[in-house]
Structures are given as structure tokens and as C-alpha cells.
């Protein structure tokens, strides 16, 4: 078993949109819900 | 062994394409991640 280099480097660009796109879908939801949670409490 | 061998052969999934493999991921990741906030919004929204 041996590792090769990769077969085509990642550019900045390319870096950059992934990790957005990672962060994005793990806090947009999660930070949606959170800031309308008043509004999920129902006046008793 | 009749398996094909190499990087990303011995997978579930296809990492052939970065663009499809980050949206396969966010999509999982994601969607694990939101479950618990989306059980407290189901929870306080019942009352």
C-alpha cells in the first residue's frame, strides 16, 4: 500500500468554496432555527 | 481479488467529482447536524 501525489492540486478558489459551502450547511440551519426561537414559543 | 483497487474504489459513494462529492457531503453532514435543533423546534412549536 503506498500514497500517490494528488492528480490535480485543489486551488485557493476552489478551497475556498468548498469550506463555504461546508460551513454554510452546518450553521445555516442550525443558526435559522436558533434566532427564531422566540418565535416558536407559543403565549401561554 | 476481482474488487477494483485504488483511492476511492473501495467507497459507497463516487468521489469522482469534487463538485457532486461536496454536495453529497454538505447534504449528509448537514442534514445529521440539523436534527437536533430541528427536534427542539418541533418540540416547542407542540405546545
Not at chain 2, 481479488?1 to 462529492?21: A, D, I, M, Q, R
Not at chain 2, 453529497?24 to 418541533?42: D, Q
Request: proline share 8%.
Amino acid at each position: 500500500v503506498h500514497s500517490m501525489p494528488p492528480e490535480e492540486e485543489l486551488g485557493i478558489m476552489e478551497k475556498a468554496i468548498g469550506l463555504t459551502f461546508c460551513f454554510v450547511s452546518l450553521f445555516l440551519p442550525a443558526g435559522w432555527i436558533l434566532s427564531h426561537l422566540e418565535d416558536y414559543k407559543r403565549p401561554e | 481479488s476481482h474488487y477494483e483497487e485504488g483511492p476511492g474504489k473501495n467507497l459507497p459513494f463516487s468521489v469522482e467529482n469534487k463538485w457532486t462529492l461536496l454536495v453529497k457531503m454538505c447534504l449528509f453532514f448537514g442534514s445529521a447536524f440539523s436534527v437536533p435543533f430541528l427536534i427542539v423546534r418541533h418540540q416547542l412549536l407542540k405546545q
